[in-house]
């Protein structure tokens, strides 16, 4: 009997364990689905209760498929508190921790509803081949991390010396000036804040060249380990 819930749960390469991920993919984009239609306002009292039903369903579901995963586990702890095991967690603790009680200041749990959204992960085969990918590139992602850090900093010092005098509001200090820094570096440019001096103007020029490369370099280190990800993968199969 373990044996064959595990074929199914665990394992995407029969017809039935790809039966079940597609169920349970669609219970998922379900219970998002309802969960979005309750933030309606004035809905009948008929709708809440279709609504109320089907999260019962999908939470039942999404329950012994839980279980299920901790029964087939060599090693059930180590699932119990691993990335998935978490995530299947969070997706269903939040309605059994307000079901039938009053509990209203728990009722910010109810957010982490949005965590079954990162349950598809486990089903979706590009998504595995991304995560390959990050974890292929994660030196080189921390490193561009760190420098575009530094980067961050050094904009918001430069700037504030150029118009710390000019624009005392808006740049009185390098950590206000980290808001500008953040925004230019980013290419985002909200226009909220911006440089009104010569020496202000001429160093956002260099910044906004600099932040393109900053929006370019991660998405090449990503591509790259994609690519390689899908490789390793095609080869195994």
């Known amino acids: 009997m373990k044996d064959f819930i595990k074929s199914i749960v665990e394992y995407n390469n029969t017809k039935r364990s790809r039966i079940f991920a597609l169920f349970i993919q669609f219970l998922i984009v379900l219970s998002i689905i309802t969960f979005s239609i309750e ?69 910010v749990l109810r957010m982490f509803r949005l965590f079954r959204l990162l349950k598809l992960v486990r089903y979706n085969k590009a998504m595995r081949h991304f995560t390959r990918a990050m974890l292929m590139a994660r030196e080189q992602i921390i490193l561009f991390m760190a420098v575009t850090l530094v980067l961050i900093y050094f904009a918001a010092v430069g700037i504030y010396y150029f118009e710390n005098e000019a624009q005392p509001d808006h740049f009185a200090s390098i950590f206000d000036s980290l808001w500008w820094s953040i925004v230019t570096l980013t290419t985002v440019g909200y226009g909220d804040v911006y440089p009104i001096t010569l020496g202000g103007r001429i160093f956002t020029f260099f910044i906004l060249l600099i932040g393109l490369g900053i929006v370019a370099v991660p998405t090449g280190i990503i591509s790259s380990s994609l690519t390689k990800a899908v490789e390793l993968e095609s080869e195994r199969e």
Not at 79 to 95: E, K, M, R, Y
């Open 39 to 107: 933030t309606l306002p004035k809905l009948k009292p008929q709708t809440r209760e279709i609504l109320n039903s089907l999260e019962i369903f999908c939470v039942v579901i999404f329950s012994l498929e839980y279980i299920a995963r901790i029964y087939v586990a060599d090693k059930k702890l180590k699932f119990v508190f691993s990335f998935f095991g978490l995530i299947d967690l969070l997706a269903i603790l939040p309605f059994y921790l307000s079901f039938g009680v009053d509990l209203r200041s728990l009722r």
